[in-house]
């Protein structure tokens, strides 16, 4: 039985199905052999021989079914898995090139993931930490905090305009917003995307658009 399970699981049905008739062969030819020998038994060995062989033949069939099943279950989440993982390298490289800068926050207020852009927005001029951390940790991230936590208890978006003192003198104003999202397998609306925009890129922006307007209406 050992080699018929082992042909069927890792080879094809064809081997399967050719080592399960050798079984069988084997068993019939002892089953002539102990013919020759002892003629009285040759019907109980014909029919354990027979027997044996249509069981093992119907196992090797269904196990190579089930093998090959798995195996093309297991391609498949490779598959997924591989396309998964392009999915999450495209969202990071679009996340890490945005000029807005993007905060993924949990109930606790802690920081998971924050691309460049925020790290600027708010660390200032000093170099920020890629690592996770807490809102909490540094008082001049006090209003982001705050309406983080407005947003878990509201369960709605949340704009608002925030003006952030750094340390060294520095200030950056900005404007904020939030949108709640949920995770597969937990309760709805665990995680808050906070969106930073810089007010002076956006006034410089505005100014842009204003002047290109107005050389269009000179033309």
Do not use: Y
């Not at 809102?135 to 991230?141: C, K, N, R, T």
């Not at 200030?171 to 995307?193: F, I, K």
Request: aromatic share 4%; charged share 20%; with cysteine.
């Amino acid at each position: 039985a050992l080699p018929v399970l082992m042909a069927a699981m890792l080879g094809s049905l064809l081997l399967a199905l050719g080592s399960a008739s050798a079984v069988t062969v084997l068993l019939l030819a002892d089953a002539v052999w102990n013919w020759l020998a002892f003629p009285a038994e040759a019907s109980s060995r014909f029919t354990q021989a027979g027997l044996t062989g249509g069981g093992l033949l119907l196992v090797a069939f269904l196990t190579n079914q089930l093998a090959s099943r798995l195996a093309r279950e297991e391609e498949a989440a490779r598959r997924i898995q591989r396309e998964a993982d392009v999915q999450v390298l495209v969202n990071r490289l679009v996340i890490d090139d945005l000029t807005d800068g993007v905060l993924i926050i949990d109930r606790s207020i802690r920081v998971s993931a924050a691309n460049p852009a925020a790290q600027t927005l708010l660390h200032g001029d000093q170099p920020g930490e890629h690592k996770p951390f807490s809102l909490l940790d540094d008082p001049v991230w006090k209003p982001l905090a705050a309406m983080a936590e407005h947003t878990f208890e509201a369960g709605s978006l949340e704009t608002a305009e925030v003006d952030l003192q750094h340390g060294d003198g520095s200030r950056t104003l900005m404007q904020m917003r939030t949108r709640l999202t949920a995770v597969a397998g937990e309760d709805a609306g665990n995680l808050c995307v906070m969106f930073l925009q810089d007010r002076r890129a956006i006034e410089a922006q505005i100014r842009t658009e204003k002047l290109a307007a107005m050389g269009r209406m000179s033309a």
